[in-house]
């Protein structure tokens, strides 16, 4: 089939380059001239495993093509994909503006039928106004069709996800659109489950709420482990042996950041709101997340006294590992909340730093872990980068003022860091 992709960040993209992989031509289009230049050159933009590889391929192939123009993708595509940004206005509502803009868009250079599908995160409802924005902005009538597929992918494993998901959820109002995307999906051999277009709007906003509600609900327990010295490593492992609860996102840490689920939450917790649902259980998911960041500070606080003049190596900035994305990390808040006190900064991550130079402007960072040890007053761990678990800890403690680790994702195995004489302290772990 011929498929259109507006929108080509870590969504986009992805999406892009999977269909192409399946033999679909596929036109991805962005309004980052930026952007569509270096994919134009084969330079990826953003840092996803194997991503760079499959664009060059699906290019060779001619499947793949960039575009700075809506028109050209609309003009060529039996099928749309708006793949655009959907941040969080100040007030944690989702800005939509993006999305109507690619409406209009697509309207006025409509001429035939096109299934157009939302494919960014919206809430509920979104649906019917992007369809009454084609109808009122059609200069011409042409048939077309609104459907909702949004999508699960996560950044670090975003190729494997969208190849072999879960489930495909497919939000249509009519048989016609499902013959579609079912034709689309069907090579994956996935689960697809077919709803109306705001059921499937809301699935994704009920799942990652969910997610992040598990998230903050093991962060409260750990505080609980921390406040009378038991291991939440063990309780969760307890309690995710019960198959109704499942050992997943049973992790504590410093809580979760990243462009989903802040922004995912903030914006279900709105758009109930203004249904005239209060979903308080939402808002304390999302005021729990925000402390936890604090309480890991506090926790260096509480055992390293006064801070100002410290040296402090940070390993991790990423919201996670395997990804360069540093919008909403928690990194952010706990390095600001650090340089308040005055607590000097040297930071390594294994492909975050170009994006996290203009976030930090006064941290120093270091071309490999070891280079931001050196002297420091403790080692801080804030993303769990595999790399990490397998650090010379005989170098590290040599290069260290004093053997002290906080580790804000229970990362390390707490007893061997013990043995080997570090000071350690995870979150909602015995000392
Ligand atoms: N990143 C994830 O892991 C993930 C996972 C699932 C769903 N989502 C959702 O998918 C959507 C996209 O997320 P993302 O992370 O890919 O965002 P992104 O910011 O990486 O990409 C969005 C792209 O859209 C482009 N764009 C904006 N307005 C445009 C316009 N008028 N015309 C053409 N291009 C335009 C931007 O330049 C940008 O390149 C969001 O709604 C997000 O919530 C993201």
Redo the contacts with the bound molecule.
Sequence with gaps: MKIGI???????LVTGVCFAHLGHRVIC????VK?IAMLKKNHVP?YEPGLEEMIRENVAAKRLSFTTR?SQAVSQSEVLFI????PPKENGEADLS?VE??SK?IALHLKEYRLIVE????PVQTGEWVEKTIRNYQPRRALFDVASN??????GS?IQDFLKPDRVIIGVSNSKSEKILRKLYGPLKAPILVTDIKSAEIIKHAANSFLATKISFINMVARICDAVGADVEKVAQGMGLDPRIGPSFLKAGIGFG???FP??LSAFLKRAEKLGVGFELLSSVLAINEQQKQYFVQKIENHLWNLNHKTLAILGLSFKPDTD?MRFAPSIDIIKALEREGVHIRAYDPQAMKKAKSIFPKIEFTANPYAAMKNADALVIVTEWDEFSNLDWKKVKRLLKHPIVFDGRNQLNQAEMKKLGFQYHGIGRPR
């Design positions: 507006i929108g080509s960040g870590y969504v986009g289009v962005d309004n980052d952007k953003i809506i793949c655009v940004n959907t993006f803009t690619v868009e494919k960014s995160t919206v949004p999508e699960f992918l996560r950044e975003a990243g462009f989903c922004k995912d994305d």
